[in-house]
């Protein structure tokens, strides 16, 4: 992990339970880092929310990323589906692609959120 880059406070810990997904835009106004934070069979993980067939945010309303059933994240725009775990596309135009991960952790009570390697 490359310690200079950016680590933000995203989310408190007890507003994430399993199988819940969380939006959050930290950096600045003109050009943020917009990614989304869950729990998955009691594990933490943060993507950046972008799909990537298109670009376009996986979600149209306010923290609405799963599947009915809550067993993929979908994008809205063209029907993707992706692992919770793995971010991998299982179906729909971007097939076999994944989303961008994030290294996310645990302390005091809060979730943090650091920009990938590559921004």
Request: aromatic letters at 14%; glycine letters at 10%; a negative charge.
């Given at each position: 992990m490359n310690d200079a880059?950016?680590?933000?406070d995203v989310i408190a810990v007890a507003e994430l339970a399993d199988g819940i997904a969380r939006e959050f835009a930290v950096?600045?106004?003109?050009?943020?880092?917009?990614g989304f934070v869950l729990r998955s069979n009691d594990k933490l993980y943060a993507w950046l929310n972008r799909c990537p067939h298109a670009g376009h945010a996986l979600n149209l309303d306010l923290d609405d990323?799963?599947?009915p059933d809550g067993d993929y994240l979908r994008c809205m725009s063209h029907g993707a589906l992706f692992e919770p775990d793995t971010g991998l596309c299982v179906a729909g135009p971007c097939l076999h692609k994944a989303?961008?991960?994030l290294?996310?952790?645990?302390?005091?009570?809060?979730?943090?959120?650091?920009a990938p390697d590559s921004m």
């Open positions: 880059l950016p680590e933000w950096g600045d106004e003109v050009w943020p880092l917009k990323f799963y599947t989303l961008t991960s290294s996310c952790r645990e302390e005091g009570g809060r979730i943090l959120v650091r």
